[in-house]
């Protein structure tokens, strides 16, 4: 399936004295991204937490910081399915600064299936797998 | 009782890109402190929550920004109790320059105690109300 | 001039284990807004500060939580000028629930003009002024 | 040289409504200790700032999450340099839990010196090559 893009602006709160965004708030950008991709399926998170016991949970990531953004940036933020698997999905994730086509930052995460009250991994529901994949 | 003081320090995460601390960030701060003051105090908020169905939370600031903190900066952020209710605190808070003992902003902070599940306004159990009169 | 409305989305970064969003992000919504408010007007804050070395700093905050917003909420945070003076603006915001049209929270918010080298205050240049009262 | 431990307390900020911490509030966690680390190397990264023109920017974050941590938890957060190259660190970071000991999230880190003004690479002074490996 094709990437999901979703626009970001740099606000105050996601900067830093540096000058430029705060490193991990670009983590912030891409689960707001992940939210907004499944949403676009269809899947809202939190029904998906009261119908089928299932929240999603980052186990890892590796992240690429390569130029940095700045207050009032737009941003476009991009989700790429790359594996889905029983339990988690294996996506990647880039930020591009939209007025100069510039990559930002890129990274590759694990997202896994969890019970909301044990937090124990559990198999992905039928309907979201084929719903990612489609 | 005699005001609680509770030392922080300003990490990058707390600044931003006018180069000072993020406006909000400070209620954060005021905020760790409420939890080490009622720490003090015998009080764990977890244990508050299971034992006695009671969380806090915020209902009214008022806040002046005085001065600016910058990164890297020791600050003191003091809690006082102006006045216990049966369902409230009324706090006043501040926040100083360790080094040159500046004021930084002030608050006036209203505090509810709810049933977690809910949300609905609940007294505040004896024993706390007790405690932080002490 | 007309109250100005921007749309807000709640993510998991917004919210806390009470299960709510957490009190000082509310603040941060409120900015975002101001932000885009200035914007809409035809000010963009970086070339306020390269152009005229003119920041806004908040200095007064009033603010009071009368109902909780949950994960996936879908916000509307609403902006009015009440007094525009020399050097600083008197604003009027709100947040409201987009569905159920509930008030979340409302604040009085003093914005002060500041060198952004110094941080002293300074007057507000006149073709903001005339914008923002127009 | 040994690795450095600096201890961590879990607020009500760091968490999110599936009531544990936010995923990247753990970098920030890595963060604070990171600038404590070289604070207790005798290095302040405001004076690095002004007297070297040396800020440090991260690269690259390989991170894995493999527990969570909840409100309140007391977290011990360690730093080891596993390499220091003329413009770059290399550093593994680990998060425990200080009652059950537990692993919570473990990461490799590339940390990179850069001109304050135009974040492009420099090598790391002298002083501070000298001072982390000792």
Chains 1, 2, 3, 4 share one sequence.
């Not at 939190?46 to 009032?72: H, M, S, W």
């Not at 399915?81 to 990559?103: G, R, V």
């Not at 890129?106 to 991994?121: G, L, N, Q």
Request: proline residues 4%.
């Amino acid at each position: 399936m094709p990437d999901f893009n979703f626009p970001i602006r740099v606000y105050y709160e996601d900067t830093d004295s540096g000058g430029v965004v705060y490193h991990s708030q670009y983590l912030n950008f891409m689960e707001r991204t992940r939210t907004e991709w499944l949403r676009n399926l269809g899947f809202e998170q939190d029904a998906l937490r009261e119908e089928y016991k299932c929240i999603f949970v980052v186990k890892r990531i590796e992240i690429d910081f390569i130029k940095p953004a700045r207050f009032n940036d737009a941003l476009i933020v991009s989700t790429h399915l790359k594996k889905a698997m029983f339990a988690s999905f294996l996506l990647t994730q880039s930020i591009i600064h939209q007025k100069t086509n510039e990559l930002l930052c890129k990274a590759e995460i694990k997202i896994a299936a969890v019970y909301p009250d044990t937090f124990k991994p559990r198999r992905i529901p039928e309907l979201i797998l084929t719903g990612v994949k489609a």
